[in-house]
């Protein structure tokens, strides 16, 4: 379903991605792992279109989109659910959840959708009228889901979907992730918890300073003694 092909990515002479080369088949929950500053969050913007690769290719299902606009992107089934949620916080969660849906036709299926994702998140539907500037950490990574949802995508992009969370919703969250993956979503997360996101992926690749060096079956990189001793804390 994506493909990236050696590709290179630079923020002015300082080089993030040192000829990255990975692969995501349609239904799996693949995790990309690694130390911040490792070249994670910018892997994921060069696939949803937000940094342009200055070498190498991207392909999703087999059309190239190394230099696609994010919303020509996104148009083709790529959503991007951003490192550190990135709501609208003077628009309400109601606004919220429709800017998800701007590049399709407003209507029934859009109305319908957006009934699926407060069904799926309860309190949003109670909050529907409140500003999402106001809500707390783990309501705002509830909404930044639901936003991504609301493009119907058939890849969605995590970064950090755990990041400042209290424990009981990070285990909420990763039931969520894998309820989207269970429902045929293909899912690329990038993830902090390291351990957590090996035990719930198929497949993982280790990326440090720009490069992988290690990929394979996550329950194999579990076992990993260099995984183990730099990520998994021994």
Known sequence: MLRLEAVRCAYGKVEALKGVSLEVRAGELVTLIGANGAGKSTTLKAISGLVHPKAGRILFEDTEITHRTPEDILRLGVAHCPEGRRVFPQMTVTENLEMGAYVRRAGRDVAADMEAIFGHFPILEERERQLAGTLSGGEQQMLAIGRALMSRPRLLLFDEPSLGLAPFMVETTFRI??????????????????????????????????????????????????????YLGG
Request: aromatic share 2%.
């Open 177 to 230: 992730i894998q309820e989207i993956r269970g429902r045929g979503t293909t899912v690329l997360m990038v993830e902090q918890n390291a351990n957590l996101a090996l035990r719930m992926a198929d497949r993982a690749y280790v990326m440090e300073t720009g490069q992988i060096p290690l990929q394979g079956d996550a329950r194999d990189l579990l076992a990993d003694p260099h995984v183990r001793r730099a």
